[in-house]
């Protein structure tokens, strides 16, 4: 696609519940990455793919975080039992591939409230 | 651990003005520097990519500065304008992830 397409954009859920979040990367992008913005915060590091295998997944924050990716395109971010501290914008990038100096591209971003 | 630090935190200027925005890092080895412009409720969009071996990239009325041993990055926007107001991100670069700061909340007054 021309851009990195991430849904749903807003979502709104039960403390407890399950969640998906999807990411549709550039195309030939190899590169996919999450990161999570909370309400004031920076962009905090969840996890990196290289095609389909995630090399780094050193920054989701419990169990309760799983990330997929299938056919080196699209990913799922998945948050189970959720907790009213998972509310934040989950924001997708990627990048043509992971060698330094290439630019990554965002998403618009899947706006989290766990009520 | 890799530290980015951004100052200041948000800054209000008339419009016309040239500006400066700080960003530091703790650890010089990194592999570029990125600056990120976000606005209200949207993503992130890049801005400029400066690589470890650079010192500077200009792009329009932009420019970005990099001083790898000081572990500093400026942004410098030459007369601002209203549609600059949003919150700008510096993003340090490893061998494949990026360490963001807080960001500068700027607002460019008409």
């Known amino acids: 696609g021309a851009g990195v397409s991430q849904s749903p954009s807003n979502k709104v859920t039960e403390k407890g519940k399950d969640v998906e979040l999807r990411c549709d990367p550039i195309s030939g992008h190899t590169a996919l990455y999450w990161y999570r913005q909370s309400l004031g915060q920076g962009l905090e590091f969840l996890i990196y793919?290289?095609?389909?295998?995630?090399?780094?997944k050193s920054g989701l924050p419990s169990d309760r975080f799983s990330a997929e990716r299938t056919g080196g395109s699209v990913s799922t971010l998945t948050i189970q039992r959720t907790q009213q501290e998972d509310s934040a914008v989950y924001l997708c990038?990627?990048?043509?591939?992971?060698?330094?100096?290439?630019?990554?591209?965002f998403g618009e971003g899947s706006w989290l409230t766990v009520v | 651990k890799q530290e980015v630090t951004q100052i200041p935190a948000a800054l209000s200027v008339p419009e016309g003005e040239n500006l400066v925005l700080n960003c530091s890092f703790t650890d010089s080895a990194i592999y570029n520097l990125q600056w990120f412009r976000q606005d209200p409720g949207k993503g992130l969009t890049s801005l400029l990519l400066i690589q470890s071996s650079q010192r500077e990239q200009t792009s329009g009325r932009l420019n970005a500065s990099l001083d790898k041993s000081s572990g500093r990055s400026t942004l410098y926007i030459a007369a601002s304008q209203p549609g600059d107001s949003a919150t700008y991100l510096c993003a340090v670069g490893g061998t494949y992830k990026y360490i963001f700061g807080t960001g500068t909340r700027l607002k460019v007054l008409a």
């Open positions: 793919f290289q095609g389909n295998s995630a090399p780094d």
């Open positions: 990038a990627s990048s043509l591939d992971p060698e330094p100096g290439n630019t990554i591209y």
